[in-house]
């Protein structure tokens, strides 16, 4: 069983930045993916970027250019810095990690981009 406490969500204006931060209760050095999801208001959640064991990198065409995923297999975090944000941007992000047969999930951090 792994924990998942994502942090760093709030309020920002077009343009701005974020990072967002998400700690494991246990080693994610076993996971081989962990990765970044988001859920906006009347919508499925999607996924937003990812990265595998070997340091393979997946983001979402929405965001490609913008966002850069991290994982501290040391500190047992994974980041997701958000650059120029926009306000589509605007949801409720959540940090997952997985293996082909288990996968935990954080309660959620709300980002909302407005001015």
């Known amino acids: 069983q792994v924990q998942l406490v994502e942090s760093g969500g709030g309020l920002v204006q077009p343009g701005g930045s974020l990072r967002l931060s998400c700690a494991a209760s246990?080693?994610?050095?076993?996971?081989?993916?962990v990765g970044w999801y988001r859920q906006a208001p009347g919508q499925q959640r999607e996924v937003v970027a990812h990265?595998?064991?070997?340091?393979?990198?997946f983001y979402a065409d929405s965001v490609k250019g913008r966002f850069i995923i991290s994982r501290d297999t040391a500190k047992n975090t994974v980041n997701l810095r958000m650059n120029n944000l926009k306000p589509e941007d605007t949801a409720v992000y959540y940090c997952s990690v997985a293996n082909p047969s288990e996968s935990y999930w954080g309660q959620g951090t709300q980002v909302t981009v407005s001015s």
């Open positions: 990265i595998t064991s070997d340091i393979i990198t």
């Open positions: 246990g080693s994610i050095f076993r996971f081989h993916r």
